[in-house]
Protein backbone atom coordinates (compact mmCIF):
# COMPACT_ATOMS: atom_id res chain seq x y z
CA UNK A 1 0.00 0.00 0.00
CA UNK A 2 1.66 3.39 -0.99
CA UNK A 3 -0.33 6.97 -0.27
CA UNK A 4 1.62 9.59 -2.01
CA UNK A 5 1.28 12.72 -0.78
CA UNK A 6 1.95 16.31 -2.63
CA UNK A 7 1.38 19.61 -3.31
CA UNK A 8 2.79 21.00 -0.60
CA UNK A 9 5.26 24.45 -0.73
CA UNK A 10 6.23 27.99 0.52
CA UNK A 11 3.11 30.07 0.65
CA UNK A 12 2.31 34.20 2.34
CA UNK A 13 -0.52 34.31 4.69
CA UNK A 14 -4.05 34.90 2.79
CA UNK A 15 -2.72 32.28 0.18
CA UNK A 16 -4.00 28.73 -1.22
CA UNK A 17 -2.60 25.43 -1.93
CA UNK A 18 -4.04 22.02 -2.56
CA UNK A 19 -3.03 18.75 -1.53
CA UNK A 20 -3.20 15.42 -3.34
CA UNK A 21 -2.64 12.32 -2.07
CA UNK A 22 -2.71 9.23 -4.33
CA UNK A 23 -3.04 5.26 -3.10
CA UNK A 24 -2.42 2.25 -4.57
CA UNK A 25 -2.36 -1.26 -3.37
CA UNK A 26 -5.80 -1.27 -1.52
CA UNK A 27 -9.28 -0.78 -2.39
CA UNK A 28 -9.51 2.67 -1.80
CA UNK A 29 -13.22 3.18 -2.21
CA UNK A 30 -13.43 1.00 1.10
CA UNK A 31 -11.30 3.73 3.21
CA UNK A 32 -12.51 6.55 4.82
CA UNK A 33 -9.44 9.43 4.31
CA UNK A 34 -8.12 12.19 6.28
CA UNK A 35 -5.88 14.31 6.49
CA UNK A 36 -3.44 15.33 10.06
CA UNK A 37 -0.81 17.52 10.37
CA UNK A 38 2.15 17.74 12.69
CA UNK A 39 4.05 20.99 13.38
CA UNK A 40 7.55 20.98 14.90
CA UNK A 41 7.39 19.99 18.81
CA UNK A 42 3.62 19.18 18.45
CA UNK A 43 1.52 15.80 18.25
CA UNK A 44 -0.15 14.91 14.95
CA UNK A 45 -3.17 16.71 14.90
CA UNK A 46 -6.57 16.26 12.91
CA UNK A 47 -7.14 18.46 9.95
CA UNK A 48 -10.04 16.54 8.05
CA UNK A 49 -11.89 13.28 7.19
CA UNK A 50 -14.06 12.34 3.93
CA UNK A 51 -16.09 9.36 4.21
CA UNK A 52 -15.64 6.08 1.79
CA UNK A 53 -18.50 7.64 -0.52
CA UNK A 54 -17.49 10.95 -0.54
CA UNK A 55 -20.86 11.73 1.54
CA UNK A 56 -19.97 13.48 4.64
CA UNK A 57 -16.82 15.34 5.40
CA UNK A 58 -15.64 16.56 8.91
CA UNK A 59 -12.98 18.93 9.46
CA UNK A 60 -11.22 20.81 12.66
CA UNK A 61 -12.46 24.04 14.29
CA UNK A 62 -9.29 25.62 13.17
CA UNK A 63 -9.90 25.03 9.45
CA UNK A 64 -13.61 24.66 8.94
CA UNK A 65 -14.74 26.99 6.06
CA UNK A 66 -11.10 27.79 4.67
CA UNK A 67 -10.35 24.10 3.73
CA UNK A 68 -12.28 22.02 1.50
CA UNK A 69 -11.49 17.80 1.28
CA UNK A 70 -13.05 15.77 -1.48
CA UNK A 71 -11.93 12.74 -3.27
CA UNK A 72 -11.86 10.83 -6.66
CA UNK A 73 -12.97 7.19 -6.29
CA UNK A 74 -11.94 6.92 -10.19
CA UNK A 75 -8.84 8.16 -9.58
CA UNK A 76 -8.00 6.98 -5.92
CA UNK A 77 -7.10 10.09 -4.74
CA UNK A 78 -8.04 12.62 -1.78
CA UNK A 79 -7.79 16.28 -2.08
CA UNK A 80 -7.42 19.25 0.03
CA UNK A 81 -7.49 22.31 -1.34
CA UNK A 82 -6.82 24.79 1.70
CA UNK A 83 -7.45 28.67 0.96
CA UNK A 84 -6.86 31.67 3.67
CA UNK A 85 -4.21 30.40 4.78
CA UNK A 86 -2.21 31.35 8.06
CA UNK A 87 1.35 31.07 9.92
CA UNK A 88 -0.17 28.71 11.76
CA UNK A 89 -1.36 26.39 9.48
CA UNK A 90 2.49 25.54 9.06
CA UNK A 91 3.08 21.51 9.44
CA UNK A 92 4.00 18.84 7.88
CA UNK A 93 0.86 17.31 6.20
CA UNK A 94 0.21 13.72 6.08
CA UNK A 95 -2.60 11.80 4.67
CA UNK A 96 -3.91 8.56 6.10
CA UNK A 97 -6.55 5.89 4.89
CA UNK A 98 -8.92 4.12 7.60
CA UNK A 99 -10.92 1.39 7.65
CA UNK A 100 -13.61 2.18 10.26
CA UNK A 101 -15.34 4.85 11.75
CA UNK A 102 -12.06 6.56 13.64
CA UNK A 103 -11.76 9.41 11.81
CA UNK A 104 -10.65 11.97 14.43
CA UNK A 105 -7.89 9.46 15.78
CA UNK A 106 -4.37 9.01 14.54
CA UNK A 107 -3.89 5.98 16.34
CA UNK A 108 -7.00 3.94 14.11
CA UNK A 109 -5.48 4.59 11.04
CA UNK A 110 -4.00 1.60 8.72
CA UNK A 111 -2.06 3.56 6.48
CA UNK A 112 -0.31 6.69 5.92
CA UNK A 113 1.48 9.06 3.58
CA UNK A 114 4.91 10.42 3.53
CA UNK A 115 3.84 14.05 4.30
CA UNK A 116 4.11 17.01 2.47
CA UNK A 117 5.61 20.12 4.14
CA UNK A 118 3.35 23.57 4.21
CA UNK A 119 5.04 26.39 5.17
CA UNK A 120 2.85 29.89 5.71
CA UNK A 121 5.00 32.87 5.80
CA UNK A 122 2.98 36.29 7.30
Known amino acids: VQLQASGGGLVRAGGSLRLSCAAS????????MGWFRQAPGKEREFVAA????????YYSDSVKGRFTISRDNAKNTVYLQMNSLKPEDTAVYYC????????????????WGQGTLVTVSS
Open 50 to 57: IVRSGGST
Open 25 to 32: GLTFSMYN
Open 96 to 111: GAENGRYLYSPSRYDY
